[in-house]
Antibody, heavy 115, light 110 residues
């Protein structure tokens, strides 16, 4: 049974960098793609990007210039950095994992951007 | 703006059936597997259907998935009050090289 636990700062000021980390427990880390997905308040899901165990990434074209996803296979963790945040980046951020779908989800972190 | 579109809401009485459509294009639904997710209020999404029509362990057979051309459909039979949630389709978009989600459908049990 794969479980994900995520953490990171929940309150940021405009222009700061969002930083979140997700730890994977159970299962084979190398078998899956690991992703970040966000959900603005009252809105739908938006895929941010993904990484595999080798460090190969894919990013949402609309966020690509500001996003970095990295992996630490020794710790079975992956991380998200989103630079130059604005109020539009306020959302619940989820880490997730799977193979061409997302069967595993973290608990979610509400990140609020406010001056 | 999502490239996959859902009806905003559907509703039915307990015990009835609902279907939720997800409309896309040849770069996503037309040539890739579709997944469906259920999001209960205040919780993380949960995988309901993967590879278009397969159910993960523990998902009852009241939930089913299908696809025709560039549209996918989620069916829920024997509707229960616990099924009240938002439902999203998702798939890979080969043109965007990105995973895309549908706009979401809220299911209400009357």
């Amino acid at each position: 049974q794969v479980q994900l636990h995520q953490w990171g700062a929940g309150l940021l000021k405009p222009s700061e960098t969002l930083s979140l980390t997700c730890a994977v427990f159970g299962g084979s880390f190398s078998d899956y793609y690991w992703s970040w997905i966000r959900q603005p308040p009252g809105k739908g899901l938006e895929w941010i990007g993904e990484i595999d165990h080798s460090g190969t990434t894919n990013y949402n074209p609309s966020l690509k210039s500001r996003v970095t996803i990295s992996v630490d296979t020794s710790k079975k963790q992956f991380s998200l950095k989103l630079s130059s945040v604005t109020a539009a980046d306020t959302a619940v951020y989820y880490c997730a994992g799977g193979t061409y779908n997302y069967g595993f989800w973290g608990q979610g972190t509400l990140v609020t951007v406010s001056s | 703006q999502s490239v996959l579109t859902h009806p905003p809401s559907v509703s039915a009485a307990p015990g009835q059936k609902v279907t939720i459509s997800c409309s896309g294009s040849s770069s996503n639904i037309g040539n890739n597997y579709v997944s469906w997710y259920q999001q209960l209020p205040g919780t993380a999404p949960k995988l309901l259907i993967y590879d278009t029509n397969k159910r993960p362990s523990g998902i009852p057979d009241r939930f089913s998935g299908s696809k025709s051309g560039t549209s996918a459909t989620l069916g829920i039979t024997g509707l229960q009050t616990g099924d009240e949630a938002d439902y999203y389709c998702g798939t890979w978009d080969s043109s965007l090289s990105a995973y895309v989600f549908g706009t979401g459908t809220m299911v209400a049990v009357l």
